[in-house]
């Protein structure tokens, strides 16, 4: 009896997980669809055109191709779940899920980085200033979202209060 309800506990707590990848995942979709919609909206207007060189448009391009590789990792999980394993849950899945959510989110600073990067150069026309400012980013970038949750993962968990 005790074997079957420690079965139940492990499928209900991968269940459980399932469920909050999903919710994640689901929560940075619209932030990334955004940013996508500004990225190709800024290709028709005239002064991309005219005032960015050659190189800034292929940065942003690269740009736009790492914003949409993010925004396809960040929705395998969901498309996977639907399509493959709709009504079964498993640690492959809980494990793939995850990677593709961390996967999306280095590949997401990056492209962000790249639009800031030409942001910055328009403002202050300088390359240096540009360069220290993405630099600058990206660090605050893998704070967040690297060394603060570690961070948090190897501190012992205190009881509810």
Known sequence: MSNFSSKEAHHQKMEEET???LE???MVVPGIQALFGFQLIVVFNSVFDKELSSSQKYLHLLA???TTIALILNLAPAAYHR???QEMVSRYFITIS???????MFILMGGICMDFFLITQRITQNFAVSLITIGCLFLVFLYFWVIFP????DRPQRGKR
């Open 19 to 21: 469920t909050h990848i």
């Open 24 to 26: 994640e995942a689901r």
């Open 64 to 66: 736009i191709a790492t």
């Open 83 to 85: 399509l493959a394993k």
């Open 98 to 104: 995850t990677r593709f959510i961390t996967w999306a």
């Open 150 to 153: 570690k961070i948090g993962a």
